[in-house]
């Protein structure tokens, strides 16, 4: 906001040529600049729309082609199942002689061999308990005994899945694994299972078909129907914990289309589609800088052909400007020495009719501004220092201080102490009142408004009860002369002296964010809505009215003293009391501050 205001400043303190030229060049420039962003914004969208178009294409024959892989895949797991002699094997129970072993081998090992892609190859007899294991890493079929059914990983997932098969995914970031395909071979007749079959396959037939000619290298990705990450062909991008940030983007869309996605900081174009059994989603991510890049070049030109054309057109105008506001720099040159301080000179017109009218009119302003200055500044000055001084007048009987000063050393020869004591503190609040400076301490406020409850305390005794509580850090913060002392008075007036009953009065200092909060309250009774309201308007006058030392009097002290930032609070209830708030401005040195006097 600091820096908005400095510019403005500086906006007005240039001449009008440079004004205009300024305006206009900078309605030129933005006009240019929202066209070029438009078209590249319109462009963006049309290559969004058409790189989603055609990478969907490319993306269905992906798709096509993975699901004929799958389904390759669910065929080769019943590749023994359908070959009578190890359904034979599998079928009768018996145990595993070396006949029956070599049979099983022999067939398992053919059947590895016959994919590349097949990282193991695991065969559960179930009836045998017998298990046959072949690996790429070692092409020996090996056997082992198990306990049953249950002790075999993914057995019971896959005797509850639809089908009896399960594809589970594995992780592949050694890059020799992909899916786990698990299949259960059930006997038709009785529903009973014969044996299970768990095939793990590599990524490398997700690796070629994420390979692209189409010249914007993606990012494919396959999702399973749990929502699992089940292929990435870059992991750094695309992984299971970037893959949140995909599915959200995704959430509610249909089974096919694009979406904008933001992944490791930088901007992508996904491009989706489901298979028809809903049991894969395959994703290709595209990053959003080598789409744009061929209009970013096309953008970076346009703004330069934009550049140009804005300092030639600067140019062109700037020198039709100051050709028109010539006229105008002579009356400036004329006007300097007004701008200097004297409003006695007069400014000579010329040029033209406009500038005529115009030095006519800053003559008859500088005029009245030497009238008013005359007029009313130096007339208000001095109201303000003889309202000042009419105000302290109000409080000034110092004519009074000698004859007390006699009268307490009498009362001190008589042996009449509390006479004594009363005539010195009436003495001290009246050398207050004369000699004190218009800010005091708060801590010498409240010891002149101590003796002044002392004295109204002998008069009148038990029906006056008082408190006063003030932070003693708030003791050096400097407060107007009289001021706590007036709302004390204000309370005893108007709630002790018309009243036979026992009055309270409780005076309180403390720190209200930027402002020290005076609070007097007492239990007198108080005011109706009519008198408070009249109070109140009494106490926004300019001018104090009266002789006594009331609101509207310390009022118009603190509009004198503060310049209309100390405010006086009144609040009021019938038959309840008498609040009134003192809200004085606090200086960065900690005290109460006030205008230069």
Not at 119 to 143: A, E, G, H
Not at 559 to 571: E, F, N, P, T, W
């Amino acid at each position: 906001m600091h820096i908005l205001v400095r510019v403005k400043e500086k906006f007005h303190q240039m001449t009008v040529v440079k004004q205009m030229m300024i305006a206009i060049t900078l309605i030129v420039f933005f006009s240019f600049t929202a066209i070029t962003v438009f078209n590249y914004q319109r462009t963006i969208d049309i290559i969004n729309r058409q790189q989603s178009d055609s990478n969907l294409e490319i993306l269905d024959l992906k798709k096509n082609n993975y699901v004929s892989y799958m389904n390759q895949l669910e065929d080769y797991t019943m590749q023994l199942r359908y070959n009578d002699q190890i359904f034979n094997i599998i079928n009768s129970g018996k145990p595993i002689d070396y006949s029956a072993y070599s049979t099983v081998s022999s067939l398992l090992r053919n059947t590895f061999l016959s994919r590349n892609d097949v990282v193991s190859y695991q065969f559960y007899l179930l009836k045998s308990k017998t298990c046959f294991s072949i690996s790429s890493s070692d092409f020996n079929v090996r056997s082992f005994p198990f306990g049953s059914a249950d002790e075999i990983y993914l057995y019971r997932q896959t005797y509850a899945a639809k089908g009896n098969y399960l594809t589970f995914r594995t992780e592949y970031g050694d890059g020799k694994k992909f899916l786990t395909i698990c299949r259960l071979y059930i006997n038709i007749s009785n529903r009973r299972p014969l044996a299970f079959v768990k095939i793990t396959v590599d990524d490398s037939f997700c690796r070629n078909l994420s390979s692209d000619s189409s010249g914007v290298q993606g990012i494919l990705g396959i999702i399973d129907q749990d929502g699992k990450l089940a292929f990435s062909s870059d992991g750094n991008v695309l992984n299971t914990n970037s893959l949140p940030l995909v599915a959200s983007a995704l959430s509610g869309k249909n089974s096919k289309g694009s979406c904008s996605v933001q992944l490791s900081g930088e901007e992508y174009l996904a491009v989706f589609s489901d298979t028809e059994d809903g049991r894969w989603k395959l994703i290709r991510l595209l990053p959003q800088d080598v789409l744009r890049q061929p209009v970013v070049n096309t953008r970076n030109i346009s703004l330069l052909l934009v550049l140009v054309a804005f300092i030639i057109s600067a140019g062109v105008i700037y020198a039709l400007i100051r050709a028109q506001l010539r006229p105008l720099q002579m009356l400036a040159k004329q006007m300097q020495n007004v701008g200097r301080g004297d409003f006695k000179t007069k400014v000579q017109g010329g040029g033209s009719a406009e500038v005529n009218n115009l030095a006519e009119q800053f003559n008859r302003m500088t005029e009245q501004i030497d009238e008013l200055i005359q007029k009313n500044y130096v007339a208000e000055l001095h109201e303000k220092i003889a309202q000042m001084k009419a105000l302290e007048a109000q409080v000034d009987p110092h004519f009074l201080y000698n004859t007390l000063q006699t009268i307490s050393t009498e009362a001190v020869l008589s042996g009449q102490k509390t006479i004594q004591r009363m005539v010195e503190s009436l003495a001290s609040l009246l050398r207050y009142s004369v000699r004190e400076k218009d800010l005091v301490p708060v801590g010498t406020e409240l010891k002149h408004v101590r003796q002044y409850l002392f004295l109204q305390t002998a008069r009148f005794e038990d029906r006056l009860a008082y408190s006063i509580d003030a932070d003693k850090a708030l003791e050096e913060q400097m407060i107007p002369k009289i001021s706590i002392l007036s709302l004390v008075e204000n309370s005893i007036k108007h709630g002790l002296e018309n009243s036979c009953e026992l009055i309270s009065i409780a005076v309180q200092v403390r720190t209200s964010n930027d402002f020290l909060r005076i609070t007097v309250t007492d239990n007198g009774k108080g005011m109706t809505e009519e008198r408070l309201a009249e109070v109140r308007s009494m106490t926004e006058l300019d001018n104090a009215e009266g002789s006594s030392i009331g609101l509207p009097n310390l009022a118009a002290r603190l509009k004198i003293l503060y310049d209309g930032r100390a405010s006086l609070l009144i609040s009021s209830t019938p038959g309840t009391g008498t609040r009134v708030d003192l809200m004085i401005p606090l200086s960065q040195k900690g005290g109460a501050s006030c205008i230069d006097r």
